[in-house]
Structures are given as structure tokens and as C-alpha cells.
């Protein structure tokens, strides 16, 4: 944590009563919009959400970019991948998720996996990925890690941004899938780590929980 961090925890015993009156909006790290069909109005709102310590973390186009590969530049189409757990390369039949991004759920196989199977069986063509804890009483988000300093080839070759969010938000959009609703998300991976320490503090000062770490 920066040392402005450190200051300001030395002062949370005289913030706590100014807890109830914290303005704190979600950090803008993650974004969903819902186009209303009848009235063409669209909806957005911002997410909690995480990046993985694996994974592409650039949103636009760099020289190591693969050629024709959709970038999280803007917002893109979410999609429930096949296999919800992802623990297969199943999870992304044929060029499905190309250009998309992939909702799956913690379970069954390490988090590292799952981001394998989605960038193998898409080419890296999928536009990102996002991977929902299976525990709707957790209000903590998680980081995702490759459970090792080794870096798999697919990575190297096919590496898409991966985002973890919470439970209730995972059923929240399998649900607006699952009724045919068309939301697009969109990932602003730049800065989101300063963006999360100011909402973790304010978040501290109010008594709630920061987050952890986990491979599975």
C-alpha cells in the first residue's frame, strides 16, 4: 500500500464516526449497459470486480497483440460460457466466443485453468473473461492466482483480460442472460488498483472486509 494509505489508517479510529456519511461509489473498473429494446434507452451501471494476477491487463491494441483479436477498448457482448465451470476446453465450441465475454463460476478446477480453457478454446479470440464466486454469502472480493510462477504457453500466446466478481453478481447477469437480455460489459483494467485501494479504505472506515487471495 502507498504511505498516503498508511496515513490514512492511522487516522481511522477519528473517521469512524463519519462512517455512515462516506460517499462511496463502486470503482469504475468494470461496466455493464442493457439496451431497453422498446424505448432504445440504455442502462449502465459499474460492478465490483477484480482482475487476476494472470492474464492480458492491456484493453487496447499493442504490438503483441494478436492480429484480429477483439480488445476490451469498448464495451463487448457477455456471454455464459458452455461449461459454466469452464473446466474444459467445451466451455467455447467453435468460434462462439469470439469477440465476447465469458461469464463462468468458481468450482470444480483452479481459476488458472479455467482462464486456459476459455483462451485455448477461443484462440484468444474471446474479448475477456469473468469468473463469479459460487458463495453468494461472500461479500469479498477475491484475486485470482495461478497457484505458480510458471507461465503456460497459452498464456503467452492467447492472453485475455480476467476479471472475479462476487456471487450475486455472477446470478445477477447469468440471469439477464438467461432471459434473453442483451448486456455488453467493459473492462477499464487501467489505474484499477488505486481505484480499489480508495474504495477498500473508505470501505475500512465503514467496517467492511477488503478482500483475498485464492488459486481455486
Not at 469473468?130 to 504457453?153: H, W
Amino acid at each position: 500500500a502507498s504511505t498516503e494509505t498508511y496515513k490514512m489508517l492511522l487516522f481511522l479510529p477519528l473517521l469512524l464516526p463519519l462512517a455512515e456519511t462516506i460517499d462511496n461509489p463502486i470503482p469504475q473498473t468494470c461496466k455493464m449497459e442493457i439496451r431497453d429494446t422498446a424505448t432504445n434507452d440504455v442502462t449502465t451501471t459499474f460492478f465490483l470486480c477484480r482482475p487476476a494476477s494472470f492474464g492480458d491487463k492491456k484493453t487496447t491494441y499493442s504490438t503483441d497483440t494478436i492480429p484480429g483479436k477483439t480488445l476490451m477498448d469498448r464495451a463487448r457482448p457477455l456471454m455464459l460460457g458452455k461449461t459454466e465451470d469452464a473446466c474444459t476446453e467445451e466451455v467455447c465450441p467453435g468460434d462462439e466466443c469470439a469477440g465476447k465475454v465469458v461469464l463462468v463460476f468458481r468450482g470444480a478446477c483452479p481459476f488458472y485453468q479455467k482462464a486456459l480453457n476459455v483462451m485455448k478454446a477461443s484462440a484468444g479470440m474471446a474479448a475477456g473473461l469473468i469468473v463469479a464466486d459460487n458463495d453468494d454469502s461472500r461479500d469479498e472480493l477475491i484475486t485470482m492466482t495461478r497457484g505458480g510462477p510458471k507461465v503456460d504457453p497459452i498464456e503467452k500466446r492467447m492472453s485475455i483480460p480476467v476479471v472475479a466478481v462476487l456471487a450475486k453478481k455472477g446470478q445477477e447477469l447469468k440471469t439477464i442472460l438467461e432471459g434473453n437480455g442483451k448486456p455488453v460489459v467493459h473492462f477499464h483494467l487501467g489505474g484499477w488498483e488505486e481505484r480499489e485501494k480508495e474504495y477498500s479504505l473508505k470501505n475500512a472506515i465503514a467496517g467492511h472486509p477488503k478482500g483475498n487471495t485464492a488459486i481455486t
